[in-house]
Antibody, heavy 121, light 110 residues
Framework: QVQLAESGGGVVQPGRSLRLSCASSGFTFSQYALHWVRQAPGKGLDWVAGISYDGSIKYYADSVRGRFTISRDNSKKSLSLQMNSLRPDDTAKYYC??????????????WGQGTLLTVSA | QSALTQPASVSGSPGQSITISCTGTSGDVGGYSDVSWYQQHPGKAPKLIIYDVDSRPSGVSNRFSGSKSGNTASLTISGLRSDDEADYYCNSYRTSDTLVFGGGTKVTVL
């Protein structure tokens, strides 16, 4: 069955960097776009970034553009999010989600369980 | 990037129908058919329940239905059940290749 599993969260100081990963199994990874979505404690969902099936097109929310970089390795069936210049308001659980299209849509049919990032001094 | 506007909470009795609105602009909800809805129970990952405004994924109950009029999309839950109690989020494509969620609506079954 389709599975997505995020890792790499933790506690980091403001201004530092961290890299999140999302491992996949159970489907043809290279055929689907993917997204990162975050949820601050007690708050709503917040789209962060998306990437097309082949990695050629990347999309970012204004709040992270220039600080975060989304990437994928289709040979390893993995998705990554490199986060630089972290701020306290980046504190959230980060989910990876599979997009049913190959490029970009709001139709995300599978989600991981999330990994928690805390940005604090 | 401002979020789409949803009511903070909606409630109803078992068996009733409720409707959750999601208001955006012509640059997102009103301009595209790429609108989805997600259900999230506490401590769980979101679950897709409506896509392309009014389509249901396989396995999702037909008690859930979606629609759109102008810049406002709506999710209707009919025959309300206790396990429908959850948070609901709309999501839409927005001009300039971004996506945006609504602020979320907490559904309470009385």
């Amino acid at each position: 069955q389709v599975q997505l599993a995020e890792s790499g969260g933790g506690v980091v100081q403001p201004g530092r960097s961290l890299r999140l990963s999302c491992a996949s199994s159970g489907f043809t990874f290279s055929q689907y776009a993917l997204h990162w979505v975050r949820q601050a404690p007690g708050k709503g969902l917040d789209w962060v970034a998306g990437i097309s099936y082949d990695g050629s097109i990347k999309y970012y929310a204004d709040s992270v553009r220039g600080r975060f970089t989304i990437s994928r390795d289709n040979s390893k069936k993995s998705l990554s999010l490199q986060m630089n210049s972290l701020r306290p308001d980046d504190t959230a659980k980060y989910y990876c989600a599979r997009d049913e299209s190959g490029y970009r849509s709001s139709r995300w049919d599978y989600w991981g369980q999330g990994t928690l990032l805390t940005v604090s001094a | 990037q401002s979020a789409l506007t949803q009511p903070a909470s909606v409630s109803g009795s078992p068996g009733q129908s409720i409707t959750i609105s999601c208001t955006g602009t012509s640059g997102d909800v009103g301009g595209y058919s790429d609108v989805s809805w997600y259900q999230q129970h506490p401590g769980k990952a979101p679950k897709l329940i409506i896509y392309d405004v009014d389509s249901r994924p396989s396995g999702v109950s037909n008690r859930f239905s979606g629609s759109k009029s102008g810049n406002t999309a709506s999710l209707t839950i009919s025959g309300l059940r206790s396990d429908d109690e959850a948070d609901y989020y709309c999501n839409s494509y927005r001009t300039s290749d971004t996506l945006v969620f609504g602020g979320g609506t907490k559904v309470t079954v009385l």
